[in-house]
């Protein structure tokens, strides 16, 4: 299982993420990104006005291990987190349809290998974490990998 429906429906209300790459010397690298949830391939999608032209698509070429974060503040009183880090491989790809209007045709794909989730399921209590099994891109996400 890459992602459960509760993790999916979150992913979906939330605007932005944030991208933690490996820069040219070593050191991380985190931006504010878009993103959107690929159903089909099971992996997400990081997009932007001129994705192509940016340090983190660089990043990416060079070095694809990434983290991306998600999270919102349900409530200040209570305190009330939500927080999803989903650890992964990730390709830069030229030539894509944009993942929104007004985006270039150039997208960071990620694959998840690890995900982390906090206050996403309500009956989970404390922090969820999990490996995700090595699927190609596309495949049937409960089909056994040959």
């Not at 790459?21 to 997009?47: A, E, W």
């Not at 989730?117 to 989970?124: E, L, T, Y």
Request: include cysteine.
């Amino acid at each position: 299982m890459t992602f459960t429906s509760t993790e999916i429906a979150y992913l979906a209300e939330q605007p932005l993420g944030r991208l933690a790459t490996v820069g040219p010397h070593g050191q991380p690298q985190n931006n504010p990104v878009s993103f959107s949830y690929d159903d089909k391939t099971k992996t997400v999608l990081v997009g932007g006005h001129r994705m192509g032209m940016t340090q983190k698509f660089r990043n990416v070429r060079a070095s694809p291990m990434v983290s991306l974060v998600v999270d919102d503040i349900v409530s200040f009183a209570p305190w009330t987190v939500r927080c999803l880090e989903i650890r992964g491989t990730a390709e830069a790809i030229e030539d894509q349809e944009p993942p929104r209007p007004g985006f270039s045709r150039e997208v960071i794909r990620i694959r998840p290998t690890r995900v982390l989730a906090f206050g996403i399921d309500p009956d989970q209590e404390g922090m969820s974490a999990r490996d995700v099994p090595d699927q190609p891109v596309g495949a049937p996400i409960h089909e056994p990998i040959r």
